[in-house]
């Protein structure tokens, strides 16, 4: 399934760009290293995503674009034939072959992934890696409009994870086996970022993922990501639900989200932002972050909330 539903997807993009159904974006790309946390982070330069639609803008709002997809954009119009998915090229991608994973049915992009939603989205990362090849995909959920969610139609989005980087993910999970947190192991945290963050490695044998664990891994990541929601609530009374999702076969990670963009700096964050893969707009925002990286780990915690790193789940009150 695997091969084919990749030729799938490559001649589906190509018809679709050489007919100018998918626009894509062209950008500039360039690694930089926070010296202060250690971390690798990939800046993208895209001023053309100014021309996209964003939340808040009316006329986007007025149409779901998921309820009757372009055929041109359309891969596969039953996923596994399980009745409950759509796969869909990204029609204002970065990276080529961007993909959407969209429930058939109108759900809220409000609401938790459900066991189906985590599995089939593992199941399209083994289908889609290639381990000879080095090629390996990202799949994440913006859950909510702090999230940097754009549409209300719950779905997920996948891309190719960019060549020779690392995210603070890999670093944290490196060497490390599956587990999954409870009242006495705690998911793991990189105490050098400012920001909190829950993250589990999954296990090397794919044949030991099936939806029992990767829900019983996800809820105890959700459970920990709620509370920051209700120990705000006196201080914030108006904070809005949200938070990234971010899965590869390797990993799972949870990141809590009090808001989509910087009051300091003009820039907006989806899940992708919290693996370290910085999406900009404005040549003058482009220009601050690469002369000084660490503005990257001060904005994720504007958009976010205080790292927990060392605190034990008794002192999250849940």
Not at 241 to 264: D, F, H, I
Request: hydrophobic share 35%.
């Amino acid at each position: 399934m695997g091969i084919e539903l990749r030729e799938t997807i490559a001649s589906t993009y190509a018809k679709s760009i050489e007919s100018g159904d998918v626009h894509f974006f062209q950008s500039d790309s360039k690694k930089v290293k926070d010296p202060t946390t250690g971390s690798q982070y990939l800046i993208t330069h895209a001023p053309s995503l100014l021309r996209k639609p964003e939340r808040g803008d009316e006329e986007a709002e007025k149409r779901n674009p998921f309820a009757e997809p372009e055929p041109q954009l359309t891969v596969s119009e039953d996923l596994y034939g399980l009745g409950e998915y759509k796969l869909l090229l990204n029609k204002f991608p970065v990276v080529p072959k961007h993909l959407l994973l969209v429930t058939r049915q109108f759900k809220p992009q409000t609401s938790a992934l459900s066991p189906q939603d985590l599995l089939t989205a593992y199941r399209l990362l083994q289908d889609l890696d290639d381990d000879d090849e080095m090629v390996r995909n990202l799949v994440f959920y913006n859950c909510g409009a702090p999230s940097g969610s754009s549409q209300d139609h719950k779905h997920l989005q996948v891309f190719q994870w960019p060549e020779k980087f690392l995210a603070f993910q890999d670093r944290l999970c490196s060497g490390k086996e599956h587990f999954i947190p409870d009242m006495r192991s705690e998911p793991l945290q990189d105490p050098k970022l400012s920001f909190a963050h829950f993250v589990v490695p999954l296990p090397e044998d794919p044949d030991t993922v099936d939806e029992e664990l990767l829900a019983m891994t996800f809820v105890s990541l959700l459970q920990r990501t709620l509370t920051f929601f209700q120990d705000w609530s006196n201080e914030a009374p108006k904070l809005e639900t949200g938070y990234n999702v971010l899965m590869t076969r390797q990993w799972l990670c949870l990141v809590p989200r009090s808001r989509s963009k910087s009051a300091e700096l003009d820039i907006g964050f989806n899940a992708t932002g919290y693996a370290g893969l910085v999406l900009v707009k404005h040549e003058d925002v482009w220009g601050k972050i690469l002369q000084e990286p660490h503005i990257v780990d001060r904005l994720m915690l504007e958009c976010g909330f205080p790292n927990t790193s060392g605190q034990s789940s008794v002192e999250y009150d849940y």
